[in-house]
């Protein structure tokens, strides 16, 4: 179930911890998906989403007015992502097991889960090695099914960039996972 725009909370001192959780059980899952587009690491998502909702909580401390606390929340993941691209820690650390490899599907016989799990993982593989902008919107329309106009706005581009952009991105996935020998969505 993904978020939509919420009303601006009216923070007072009173209501702060209140409304900060519900914010955090409302958006933290799309915050963290929004960055592991980004890394495809779990464990770089959780400190991304984490890092966000802190600044959140430090704006609010100095009683900054957010009118739209999830878009403020993508935003901050998006530039906090750019940040740690930009990190030593990003091109000398270490680099952490591969996660979500054991994704299966519920009901099919093990070939078919197999057959599945290994397209999933060249699909997988083939995302990581698409350009940044690619990952970003397609994670942003099929993972959190977000319409033209939600992701126009959290990109804070045009509608018909988005289209184009969406249309370019799946165009080069076709032609990735085709090379690979996909030719069946999993």
Not at 49 to 77: C, D, G, S, T, Y
């Amino acid at each position: 179930m993904r978020s939509r725009p919420q009303e601006p909370l009216a923070v007072t001192p009173a209501n702060q911890p209140a409304d900060f959780e519900a914010l955090y059980q409302r958006h933290s899952r799309e915050v963290w998906a929004f960055a592991y587009a980004r890394w495809m690491n779990a464990d770089t998502a959780q400190d991304i989403m984490q890092e966000a909702f802190l600044r959140l909580w430090k704006q609010w401390q100095h009683n900054a007015r957010i009118l739209n606390p999830r878009a403020w929340l993508l935003r901050v993941a998006r530039n906090l992502a750019e940040d740690y691209a930009k990190s030593a820690f990003s091109r000398n650390g270490t680099h952490p097991p591969q996660t979500m490899n054991g994704v299966q599907g519920n009901g099919r016989p093990p070939l078919e889960r197999l057959e599945q799990q290994e397209t999933f993982t060249q699909v997988r593989t083939i995302l990581k090695e698409m350009p940044e902008a690619d990952r970003e919107i397609l994670t942003l329309r099929y993972a959190l099914d977000y319409d033209a106009q939600e992701i126009a706005e959290v990109l804070a581009i045009q509608i018909t960039a988005v289209h184009m952009r969406l249309s370019r991105a799946r165009q080069r996935l076709a032609e990735r996972l085709t090379a690979q020998g996909v030719h069946e969505a999993p």
